[in-house]
């Protein structure tokens, strides 16, 4: 089983957004059972609070389900945990890291890394534009997906 953790500032916008997104991917090719996916934040300023409403409509009008969540913080011991720890902008990677205080596995990734052009996946609780933070989160877990195959991880 690969364990993906989807990280973000605050886990209610984008981390839940990738792990949504995510989770249906694999649903839809019949993966399901060879993931375990979950999603966190670096900071503490939302945990216990649900995803933001503009992660859930963004997922409503796409047809994503939205799934039970309630914002955590990462945790030191998500290293062991977790596979991949796959953080949405650079700001997410230097937090996660200094969680973790170390990645010697490399497992620390920004999910935009795997796709053909690399960067920052913007914060919508700060553009106020989910539309650009679903493209970006498809075309991150697509291209993860893809390279999941490719090293014959699945």
């Known amino acids: 089983m690969i364990k993906i953790l989807f990280v973000c500032h605050g886990n209610i916008c984008r981390s839940t957004m990738a792990q949504f997104v995510f989770q249906d991917m694999?649903?839809?090719?019949?993966?399901?059972?060879?993931?375990?996916?979950?999603?966190?934040?670096?900071?503490?300023?939302?945990?216990?609070?649900?995803?933001?409403y503009g992660t859930v409509g963004k997922m409503r009008e796409v047809g994503i389900p939205v799934l039970p969540h309630k914002a955590v913080q990462m945790k030191k011991s998500d290293y062991e945990k977790y596979d991949f720890l796959l953080g949405m902008d650079e700001w997410n990677i230097r937090n996660m890291n200094r969680i973790v205080k170390k990645d010697p596995e490399h497992k620390i990734h920004m999910l935009l890394d795997f796709s053909k052009n690399p960067r920052a996946i913007a914060d919508p609780w700060y553009t106020g534009n989910f539309d650009v933070t679903y493209d970006d989160i498809q075309e991150g877990c697509q291209a993860f997906l893809e390279y999941l195959k490719r090293e014959g991880r699945i």
């Open 26 to 52: 694999i649903h839809k090719a019949g993966l399901s059972d060879l993931f375990y996916i979950d999603s966190a934040a670096t900071s503490t300023e939302e945990i216990g609070n649900p995803p933001h």
